[in-house]
DNA sequence: ATTGGCATAAAGTCTAGACAAAACAGGACA
DNA sequence: TGTCCTGTTTTGTCTAGACTTTATGCCAAT
């Protein structure tokens, strides 16, 4: 007989796994519960509670007390890739980061910025237009806004040396992201920025963020032709 | 006095996290051991230890075993959006879902899906070109190979009603997804099947599963131009 | 039938204590 | 000097038990 060892909460989770994909648990269906299979392990009903928290966590199950665990008819899986610093994912590709701030001004606020952030009437901004380099070529050109009401003090940085995304990071600090990606043809001039011709397909991201329901930034980021983002889960 | 009530994981996570924003634990140091925060905070040492292990999960924190638990520099953010199935996500903005197979056949494995999946010399594919409509618009294309080594009842089904990710969701379980997103200028063909002009420029996701490293199947989908992907963390 | 309330079942959380595992530091020894 | 061993510190995990919260289903009163 051999022995059980012991049960760790990875186990556990492993072998749930293993019964919704061979359908010993079906989908829709309920599941044991926590002190059912507490028991059937031999451990405590903690060790179970954490392996059915985080399958639940990732997508697997949907819990309700009283109702149970079940098994969820179509997992949701969720990717979940970090987004890293613009620097550090050139330095990575083993390229060499350069930054060029292009331009940088304090506008009047555009009504399409104000509605997309929800500023005040009197809200001011600084308008950032800057170019992310690997090696010689383009990769980033990055087109930003910041809430000065929200961020005075970037109003007396002048962002030549490091980019507004590394400032802002070691600077502000946020609550919410919200990710947008699209692809777009080129516009003339960022088809010039970027060195590719004018309707190359662009990826892009558009990026807000907020401190607490108050906007601090609005980016949106466009990368060269042929740039992939991959994720792995 | 107000009396402290309970001190709940989340509250510490909270806390915590305030203490970090504020810099009363700079980026770079070591926060204090969990014992020293549970008295801290009048509780046990696995409440502290939970708070920490999410705040680590959430990419603020480092731990590390006798070392000690480390504020990083730049936190990682990391994106965590879900991946709906494409009937889930047509239904749920209001629209009609519609499907059609365009294409079904089991060509000679072309070399470069062989590379890509590693796939043996002698390893069959079915190869299924659809449609996935919006109302009565075009809203994607899917460019579908899938392994019969690995899914051998793939060969029985006509995938005219069902589209094979509906379909191989609910019949193959996977273990690994790599999801590459980019974005392409439309070739001709592929213009005409989502009736756009030739060279529009489209959101394109490459999708390929495994199931405990078998490659099961690898996707192209290409988006109507406009197509937007939104995630909130 | 419909509503309201109540008992109960299930997950969610907390505690106090124990042992395990990793990683580092310092000493013994070749 | 370098290598190995051993102790210590800190996080990681587990246990057994208790209490809390929330949903649900049932029963009674409208």
């Known amino acids: 007989m ?18 919704i994909r061979n359908k010993t648990w079906p989908p829709g269906s309920i599941m ?58 050139i330095e990575s590709s083993g390229a060499t980061y350069r930054y060029a701030l292009i331009r940088r001004d304090t506008p009047k606020t555009p009504d399409w910025l104000r509605a997309r952030l929800a500023l005040s009437l009197q809200a001011d901004v600084l308008h950032l237009k800057c170019l992310h380099y690997a090696g010689s070529k383009p990769f980033q050109f990055e087109d930003r806004w910041i809430n000065l009401d929200a961020v005075p003090k970037a109003a007396q940085q002048n962002f030549e040396m ?18 947008t990606f699209s692809s ?33 930034t609005f980016a949106k980021l466009y990368y060269f032709s042929g740039y992939q983002m991959t994720s792995r889960l």
Chains 1, 2 share one sequence.
Request: aromatic letters at 6%; charged letters at 30%; glycine letters at 6%.
């Open 2 to 19: 051999i022995e059980a060892k012991k049960i760790s909460y990875q186990d556990i989770k492993a072998l749930a796994l293993k019964r």
């Open 32 to 89: 044991p519960g926590e002190v059912e299979l507490a028991g059937e392990f031999g451990c405590a009903r903690a060790t179970v509670n954490r392996a059915m928290r985080e399958l639940a966590d990732e997508g697997f199950i949907d819990r309700k007390r009283k109702a149970g665990t079940r098994i969820k008819a179509s997992p949701t899986r969720h990717a979940k890739f970090t987004i890293p610093l613009i620097r550090d994912e």
């Open 162 to 179: 490091t980019g507004p995304n590394e400032w802002l990071v070691q600077e502000v600090p946020f609550t919410d992201v919200e990710l």
């Open 184 to 216: 777009m043809n080129a516009d003339l001039q960022t088809a010039e920025l970027l060195g590719v011709s004018e309707g190359a397909a662009l990826f892009t991201i558009e990026r807000i963020t907020w401190l607490e329901k108050r906007p601090i």
